[in-house]
């Protein structure tokens, strides 16, 4: 009689259960992801989460690899984002040797949803690491945008110098002397692919620009400046024999050193497209950095092909003004000499800094004299005193960073600017942007923490964080916040406005509308 009681029981719980469970059956989840290539052992992606109408994510799911191999971390944030309508969105990264790190790679995923009733979902879905499917822009896209980044690059305010040398180079040339600027140009963007390919092989950190981190660099360049600012302003004559030939060798000769001169100068600053081109450049194959490095210089070296093709580029006339527009040319050459000189001087003793102007007046006076050999033993020899000396240290290390994090655990909202004494575009942004009345209105408005990096010098743990968040120089600036605890990247020149806008976007309401779930 129990026995026939359970079953009549267990028939009516039945029935008024499976409605209930029929009602909410199969609370199918659809995922949909974004990949990006941080470099080759590690990838970020987005994950978004649909899930059927009346159904809420109420926890953080559980993902891991349907493969499990011991050489590939999976990481992922327990932060979920409603972004409403049953759409969530989860960041997770892969890190582990690049071998593996090829092809799809196999998640799964448990969601815990709760409609009338509450079940678990799994699914098994797949992640493309293939190169070609990590952005969404294909390679040519990105060679494309080297290509116009370098176009930019002639017209950037920090390139002023090297615009008014390029006009000095153009007006009047012959095609001996624009061959010898376009020489010069891709010889140094030759140069610097090989030394970052070499470096990266090496395990090195690189970036864009980061070559006037070092102070032998800049002992050369400054040197080279010093004496392009002596032979504008006529004061010595560079090698006669050269000088002399004005149809061959002398003039594609001080073409192509101008040329070499001016792109140097012209590296550390960033202009629109061209961040994106070398971020992707660097973290590409050889043949992608390559390809994209080579666009980016014939974009830089684009006016003298114009002038090639245009001879009426190269032959206008400023009438009365010639005289003028050649001491503004000479000008900037002087002011591009004393901003490398200073930048050397804050970078070594002061003892040195005398044992250099004693050096500029010995090489006027050899050159004036027109002492060459002498000239050219002086400076080998002032090249072994300066390898011998330990000038400075070349590497720095601070604490920034966890500046950054104690005040982003402490719910403040940060602003991260990471700059350096040679990027003039870093100069900008502060000057233009971030010192602009809208920006401290906003800054003071919202209590924003300002934090400055520095990468006048060498320092590995910046940029490791500038490559984790896919770039590979500076100008670099991000806002974090309680909202935005992985930060909101701006651009490389950002208008006062985006800043704005990001800082508000970052602090945003203290508490948003969820439903069930805000930030689990």
Known sequence: MRACL???????????????????????????????????????????????????????????????????????????????DGQYR??????????????KLGLSIECFLCGKVCTIVSKNFSVSLTPENTTDYGFWMFVLSGFIGGLILNFMPCVLPVI???????????????????????????????????????????????????????????????????????????????????????????????????????????????????????????????????????????????????????????GRFSDIFKKIVNFGVAITFCWLFWLLTIRIEVWLVIVHLAFFIVLTLCFKKEWYKTAVAIIAAFGVLIGVVNITQNETKNDVLQQVQRAVESNQTVLFN?????????????????????????????????IEGDLT???????HFIHEHNRVGIPFTIIYSRNAKDGIVLDEIPSAEDVVKAIERA???VEQNYDSIKRI
């Open 507 to 509: 602090k945003g309401p």
């Open 6 to 84: 359970n079953k009549i029981c267990v028939f009516f719980l039945l029935l008024v259960i499976l409605p209930e469970v029929r009602g909410n059956n199969a609370p199918n989840i659809n995922i949909t992801t974004a990949v990006t290539k941080i470099d080759d052992s590690s990838f970020n992606c987005e994950l978004i989460i649909n899930t059927a109408q009346g159904w809420k994510l109420t926890q953080a799911p559980e993902i891991t690899l349907q493969n499990p191999k011991e050489n590939i971390q999976l990481k992922y944030d327990s932060n979920v984002e409603s972004l409403g």
């Open 164 to 318: 008014l040398m390029k006009l000095r180079m153009l007006k009047g040339a012959s095609k001996v002397a624009l061959f010898g600027s376009i020489a010069g140009n891709y010889a140094t963007f030759g140069v610097l692919t090989a030394v970052l390919v070499a470096l990266k092989i090496s395990g090195e950190i690189v970036g864009w620009g980061l070559h006037f981190q070092n102070v032998f660099f800049l002992e050369v360049i400054t040197i080279i400046l010093f004496l392009l600012m002596l032979y504008s302003f006529e004061i010595i004559t560079l090698f006669p024999s050269f000088e002399a030939n004005v149809s061959s060798k002398g003039l594609f000769f001080g073409n192509f050193l101008s040329a070499v001169v001016s792109s140097i100068i012209a590296i550390p600053c960033t202009a629109p497209f061209l961040g994106t081109a070398a971020a992707f450049a660097i973290q590409g194959s050889l043949a992608e950095m390559v390809t994209v490095f080579f666009a980016i210089a014939t974009g830089f070296t684009f006016p003298y092909f114009i002038a090639l093709a245009v001879p009426e580029v190269k032959t206008f006339n400023l």
């Open 418 to 450: 990471i700059s350096a004494d040679w990027c003039l575009t870093c100069k900008y942004n502060k000057l233009n942007v971030l010192a602009s009345k809208k920006v401290k209105a906003a800054i003071q408005k919202h209590n924003v923490v300002v």
């Open 90 to 103: 989860v960041n997770i990264s892969f890190t582990g040797a690049p071998a593996l790190l090829r092809g």
């Open 457 to 463: 010098r060498k320092n590995n743990e910046l940029m």
